[in-house]
Nanobody, 121 residues
Framework: QVQLVESGGGLVQAGGSLRLSCAAS????????MGWFRQAPGNQRELVAT???????NYADSAKGRFTISRDNAKNTVYLQMNSLKPEDTAVYYC???????????????WGQGTQVTVSS
């Protein structure tokens, strides 16, 4: 089994910063792309940022210049540094990873349970 566990969410004032972490654990052979998505109440889940195993990052327009995605392959962990936060960044943030399992080499897409980020004005 494979699990993604997020941490680092919370309440912050506008203009502040938060750093989200997501650690993958379990029967992992390798991890391809990892990423962060978010879902605000009444909205669809949307892409925030992704990063390849070779550290090529891609950002939504709303995240460019404020958010930085990174990963530590030795720890199977992806991070999202969020600066200059705005009230419209308030959402549940979900980690996502494309993982090849260790024994059967099955490739699957996994989601974390989500972590709440609330930005007050």
């Amino acid at each position: 089994q494979v699990q993604l566990v997020e941490s680092g969410g919370g309440l912050v004032q506008a203009g502040g910063s938060l750093r989200l972490s997501c650690a993958a654990s379990g029967s992992i052979f390798s991890i391809n792309d990892m990423g962060w998505f978010r879902q605000a109440p009444g909205n669809q889940r949307e892409l925030v940022a992704t990063i390849t195993s070779g550290d090529i990052a891609n950002y939504a327009d709303s995240a460019k210049g404020r958010f930085t995605i990174s990963r530590d392959n030795a720890k199977n962990t992806v991070y999202l540094q969020m600066n200059s936060l705005k009230p419209e960044d308030t959402a549940v943030y979900y980690c996502n990873a494309d993982i090849i399992q260790r024994f059967l080499k099955i490739r699957r897409n996994y989601w974390g349970q989500g972590t709440q980020v609330t930005v007050s004005s």
